[in-house]
């Protein structure tokens, strides 16, 4: 089947709802998931997850987002041999650094254990920690291969292709993640480790799946991506397209390890100081990974909106910086941040506000589960704005900004978590909220450097985004308003997961009205999503019933 090129706008909406389905999928499972391996398997597969997450962001090596990049710019420069010659360049530096990551993480996974819990007790053995890093290193060497490829087909403005292998690599991995623990644990009756050991692998799976659909695509569409015919050579060496391929991919690996790098931090930072603080040793695990994986899987939803706006962004931002359209430029981040902000911001603060009906119908009755995830879902807002704020000063080459924001905003989360979390103590507060307050303190000053800086070399401006936000959060203001008086003639029940179900989709359903509502009347659904782009979703929506002729989008 031919593959078509997607606009901006097109584009981020394939994406966004591929990764909001793959993060529903993300969400819904963690329910059976949970249940078969309980809290300590829970927090097994959290340090499994985190440190995969920072080997695989080491051997893919930035070059995935690089090859999107350098993709775009060939391509605009009608530089197609160099353009194809780069992928293959590309898939050698992945190879070489794939297999060193492998080995690493596979022969020293029992040092890598010991530095994520220390000397802590009554959790997690060293050896059930370094058994699942030793299963999930296997992914570290196939999972990269699929994202170069990805990065060369986004490159092209292909988002419908890699938005469908993301979803093929998703409902695989979870298949394997819930059939396999629950055959290993309830079946064979095997340790919580093994089950563990085995719902990792899901990674390795997931991605063979999805890597297979990539390269039956490019087959059947070699013409579209030049790979169909010997083309006459550009001139630039491949010494030219190496210094090229690692001037885009150093700054993202830097900029990878140094967020995973932190991450890992802070999980550490977390467990250690509520060690010293008197919670147990199954207590101080609980809560760093409900803050750094199982949390954050309720955070997906949110998070996706910037993911999918990234794929398509990079390939629209690169396009128009090399062609010198610098108007373009301005309003393709200004509708970025819009979108990202009109959808998360009322999705986080909802979420928040039905935290604990949440909370219970994804992992049961908890004390500390909804008091955490509360005030850890804001952060997600922040989090979105970051990402959009980050790719385009990548895109635009602004990497010494991307460094100052990267180090002193994540140095800054690091440095406050634990006098935060003793403040918070101090307080009143619960500690393990100084933690998530430091982590919003680190978005902000990244945010802020890169705003800033982006405003004085490339004279962005921001009027349009601040207008549209102030908008935005009046809407969602009045929509807390008005569920809080809603939470007075209807109270919320959580004595089941049913009863949470049906609070959920009753609040969740008036909030969406009331926030739609507002926004419409204040004419930010038109300005910001475009009238034809919002009257094809409503005419699909609806079946062809409501048929709304909408004007031409500026993408």
Known sequence: MKMKKNSFVE????????IVFTKILGMLYVIPFY??????????YSYAYNIYVIFLNISSAGIPVAMSKLVSEFDTKKMKEAKVRSLKLGTIIIAVISIICFLILFIFARQVAVLIVGDLSGGNSLDSIALVLRVVSFSVLLIPFLSVTKGYLQGHKFITPTSTSQMIEQVVRIAV?????????????????????????????????????????????????????????????????????????????????????????????????????GFSGSDAEFVASA??????????????????????????????????????VNNILNKAFQIVLFISTPAAIGLSFLAPSVWNIFYG????????????????????????????????????????????????????????MYLCRATGLPPYYG???????????????ILIKLKQNKEINYLPTLKAGAKIFLSVAVMVVLLSLLKLVIPISNATKISSIIYVAIYAI?????????????????????KRRLTQLLNRLTFGLVKVRGEKDDD
């Open 177 to 277: 993640i819930l059939i396999g623990s629950y055959i290993a644990i309830k079946i064979l009756k095997k340790k919580v480790a093994i089950g563990v050991a085995v719902a990792v692998s899901g990674a390795f799976f997931g991605g063979l799946a999805a890597f297979i659909y990539i390269l039956r695509k490019i087959n059947q569409n070699k013409e579209k991506l030049d790979l169909d015919r010997e083309l006459k050579p550009d001139k630039i060496s491949n010494k030219e397209i190496l210094k090229k391929i690692l001037a885009y991919a150093i700054p993202f690996i830097i900029i990878n390890v140094t967020v995973n790098f932190f991450n890992i931090v802070d999980m550490s930072l977390i467990i250690r100081t509520l060690g010293k603080m």
């Open 11 to 18: 584009g981020t909406i394939i994406a966004t709802l591929a």
């Open 435 to 449: 933690a998530t307050f430091a982590t919003m303190l680190g978005y902000v000053v990244a945010i802020g450097i």
């Open 35 to 44: 249940a078969i391996i309980g809290s300590a398997g829970s927090s097994l």
């Open 365 to 420: 009755a908890s004390t500390l589960g909804p008091i955490i995830f509360k005030v850890s879902i804001l952060t997600a807002i922040m989090c979105n704005v970051y990402l959009i704020a980050l790719q385009t000063a990548q895109s635009l080459n602004e990497y010494k900004t991307v460094y100052a924001a990267v180090i002193f905003g994540f140095s800054m989360n690091a440095i406050f978590d634990v006098p935060f």
């Open 510 to 530: 008036v909030g969406a009205l009331i926030y739609f509502g507002l926004t419409y009347k204040m004419g930010l659904v038109d300005s910001i999503l475009g």
């Open 291 to 328: 803050m750094t994986t199982w949390g954050y899987k309720l955070n997906m939803i949110v998070n996706a909106i910037a993911t999918g706006l990234t794929i398509s962004l990079i390939p629209n931002i690169v396009a128009a910086n090399v062609a010198h359209e610098h108007k373009k």
